[in-house]
């Protein structure tokens, strides 16, 4: 195996992983990076050089790739970047945008949760980043889902939100039901998946009893001891499980110039929750949590 090292953040979730350029490692170090993203739900790579056909080579490795859905000619898309690879940008050029969600905050969510089976991954390559802000934020949604009082727990189990079309980076999408409590595919450990607060109900309650269950959900998974917050660097690429993670992205100075290129990992199965989810061991990134064995 090439060598590296792997270094978990101080916080929620993340690490950084020294293996030198990404698209070098052999296939037994990938194996060493994918049970680091599994078990830290955000990995960072520092100073990767390298083209968008080696960044899609890359990501091809955690499975494949799904194709950029918003077209080069309207925005998020230059043609000479490949088809899945998208543009998160501010920058304007001729007047017209070339990527998307600007320079202003970008809410809570998990990335296009309203289709029946959401990506695994996403991955980010950062080209240009603004001197201060923009930082993009992860929320441990292991961690969100552990730290529920029992009595919330219990009653989760067979509800699930209805994701409808959002705007910004969550795409277009059917508005698919999932679970609120899903059970990781391969960790087998239970997160909380609430898509975004914008656009989304509970199936089966008034409005009103919806919006008082997605409330408190959402207030009690942001805290900023669920939260890891990763300040950019030119050259870095972060990939994130987007199946037991949420992320926001801060506002920056719209004068200045962030340009991000995306790709994501096609999903294989639809979120689900396992029948055992109420005995299921909590994620090893909880850490100890009272009450959780
Ligand atoms: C996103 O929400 O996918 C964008 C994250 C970012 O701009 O850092």
Redesign the pocket.
Known sequence: MGRIEILPQQGACGAEIRCGSVQEVDDETFRAIRRAWLEHLVVVFRDQRMTDSEFTAFGRRFGPLKLASIGPSVEGGAADEGPEVHV?SNVTENGLPIGI?GSGD?AW?T?MVSFLVPPTA?L?HALEVPSTG???LFMNMYLAYETLPDDVKRGLPGLTIQHEVAS??SGAGTGASHPIVCTHPETGCNALVLGSRQNTSVDGLSREASDELLSALWTHAVQWRFIWR?R?RPGDVVAWDNRCTA???QAFDAGSR?V?H?IQVQGSVPPRTAPDALHRPAHPRVGPVPGVS
Do not use: E, F, I, K
């Open positions: 998160v969600l970008v969510h990335d996403t980010l923009g930082d993009t910004h980076s990763h950019w992320h926001a992205r962030r991000l995306r």
